[in-house]
Antibody, heavy 126, light 113 residues
Framework: QITLKESGPTLVKPTQTLTLTCTFS??????????VGWIRQPTGKALEWLAV???????RCSPSLKSRLTITKDTSKNQVVLTMTNMDPVDTATYYC??????????????????WGQGTMVTVSS | DIVMTQSPDSLAVSLGERATINCKSS????????????VAWYQQKRGQPPKLLIY???TRESGVPDRFSGSGSGTDFTLTISSLQAEDVAVYYC?????????FGQGTKVEIK
């Protein structure tokens, strides 16, 4: 059974750096095809894709946030860490980590997310 | 960025009736090399994370009821709930994973009439 759980501060001040950890079980980030992504959602608003890291350490980040985002993995700890610098009140949101769906019978990689954590709410305020 | 535009923003449907949600991408998300449309649909109930319903625009995820179906190609996609049930009340999102950044639609809220 695959599970993911986000952890980190609930409140950060403007200009501070946010560090979020996704701790997962039921899969390994060293297995071919596996990926873990981060998606955020301001209350009452739409989903916003932030970043994804793959089993081969390939990484993709949102270009609009690329200068502020870092995504890393610790395979031995089954964790993915997202850092976002220079936080602003507009970054207030629920942050989710999610498991990238493995290839189906077609064999092609599916960059959709089949298992999500419950999310962690982060408020940016002084 | 590829912009995903959903319509309508909300809809109210009677129990047992059909609900149709549209999603239009600002550019084609069809990969001609494998003939697959890189679109997924999610359902998000209040206070919960999203749930994957459909990928490759029309492939139902395991365990998803067959009243949910996806269709479309290129730039125009549809999620259909053939017979709305009370438990289908939620916000539905389309997503393209054809290009980085992956992008989501703004969401469509489905309610019971």
């Amino acid at each position: 059974q695959i599970t993911l759980k986000e952890s980190g501060p609930t409140l950060v001040k403007p200009t501070q750096t946010l560090t979020l950890t996704c701790t997962f079980s039921g899969f390994s980030l060293s297995t071919d095809g596996v990926g873990v992504g981060w998606i955020r959602q301001p209350t009452g608003k739409a989903l916003e894709w932030l970043a994804v890291i793959y089993w081969n350490d390939d990484k993709r980040c949102s270009p609009s946030l690329k200068s502020r985002l870092t995504i890393t993995k610790d395979t031995s700890k089954n964790q993915v860490v997202l850092t976002m610098t220079n936080m602003d009140p507009v970054d207030t949101a629920t942050y989710y980590c999610a498991h990238r769906r493995l290839p189906d019978s077609s064999g092609y990689y599916v960059d959709a997310f089949d298992i999500w954590g419950q999310g962690t709410m982060v408020t940016v305020s002084s | 960025d590829i912009v995903m535009t959903q319509s309508p923003d909300s809809l109210a449907v009677s129990l047992g009736e059909r609900a149709t949600i549209n999603c239009k991408s600002s550019q084609s998300v069809l990969n001609s090399s494998n003939n697959k449309n890189y679109v997924a649909w999610y359902q998000q109930k209040r206070g919960q994370p999203p749930k994957l319903l459909i990928y490759w625009a029309s492939t139902r995820e395991s365990g998803v009821p067959d009243r949910f179906s996806g269709s479309g190609s290129g730039t125009d996609f549809t999620l259909t709930i053939s017979s709305l049930q009370a438990e289908d009340v939620a916000v539905y999102y389309c997503q393209q994973y054809y290009d980085t950044p992956q992008t989501f639609g703004q969401g469509t809220k489905v309610e019971i009439k």
